[in-house]
């Protein structure tokens, strides 16, 4: 039985999961998590990867005894676990990819982050709307908290499209591939949390002059600064960098 509220959408286009599979295979690894295998569409391809350890994380026990019955190979590889509640999976270098739930994009998205010391590489499919945001610039009307956290971290390709009819059921949006490499140096900051915390603060009220957004963060001295007169949207994730340095 299909679960909607695990946002199930099993891929049915073999095209796409190999597509998948390639995009994931242009940067090597040692280690792989997959999120969410349901029934095994990008599973059984991953698990023909030669040398790599392998282990996924499903919600749902219903697939997590099918896929043990159907690919013995799983066994103790498999997480019966919300993903979004498990530990780091691996202690040392970690690729991730997964055809994953819409419902929980954002919280993977900021779970990724979490483990990003560890993290290599993620390929992901994404509801379309979510991966335009991760990879947005400033200045678009979807530029926002995730595109500019992610992309502090990581550099981030817009691969492809898929559509709805490549998967079973069809979802009511379109998807998007996209794929995650950590950046060989990141800006500098203050710290990450004043990091974070700024982001989020600025686009809590994105519509707003920054320096009305963001004036519980600075001393009215710093709030000089004409970069305030800017909106959130017009920022650079650099511009957001540079900024903690002068926060309260
Ligand atoms: N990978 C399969 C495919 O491409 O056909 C299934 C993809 S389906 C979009 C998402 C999968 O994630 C489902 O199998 C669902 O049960 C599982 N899932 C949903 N929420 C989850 C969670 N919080 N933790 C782990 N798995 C979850």
């Known amino acids: 039985t299909l679960k909607k509220s695990l946002g199930q959408h099993f891929l049915k286009d073999e095209n796409i999961c190999h597509k998948i599979v390639q995009a994931l295979q ?14 095994g569409a990008l599973t059984k391809y991953l698990l023909q990867l030669p040398d790599i350890e392998f282990k996924c994380v499903e919600l749902d026990e219903e697939k997590v005894t099918w896929l043990l019955k159907t690919y013995p190979a799983l066994q103790s590889k498999i997480i019966h676990q919300d993903f979004l509640t498990v530990d780091q999976p691996y202690s040392e270098p970690f690729t991730v990819v997964g055809n994953f739930p819409y419902n929980i994009s954002s919280q993977i998205l900021f779970k990724v982050l979490d483990w ?9 499919m994404f509801q379309k709307e979510v991966a335009q945001r991760v990879v947005a610039g400033e200045g678009s009307k979807v530029y926002g908290i995730l595109s500019v956290l992610v992309q502090a971290f990581f550099d981030v390709e817009y ?7 490549a998967f079973n059921p069809p979802p009511k949006v379109k998807s998007a591939v996209i794929r995650l490499t950590p950046r060989q140096t990141i800006p500098d900051m203050k710290s990450e949390r004043s990091f974070f915390v700024l982001v989020k603060t600025a686009f809590n009220q994105r519509r707003k002059m920054l320096r009305n957004a963001v004036k519980s963060l600075y001393t009215p001295e710093a709030l000089q600064d004409p970069i305030f007169d800017k909106r959130a949207e017009q920022l650079t994730v650099n511009d ?9």
């Open 159 to 165: 691969l492809f499209e898929v559509s709805e009819n």
């Open 240 to 248: 957001f960098a540079r900024l903690t340095f002068t926060m309260k």
């Open 26 to 39: 242009e940067h090597p690894f040692q280690r792989l998590l997959e999120v969410g295998p349901g029934g």
């Open 116 to 124: 990003k010391a560890s993290v290599q590489v993620v390929v992901g």
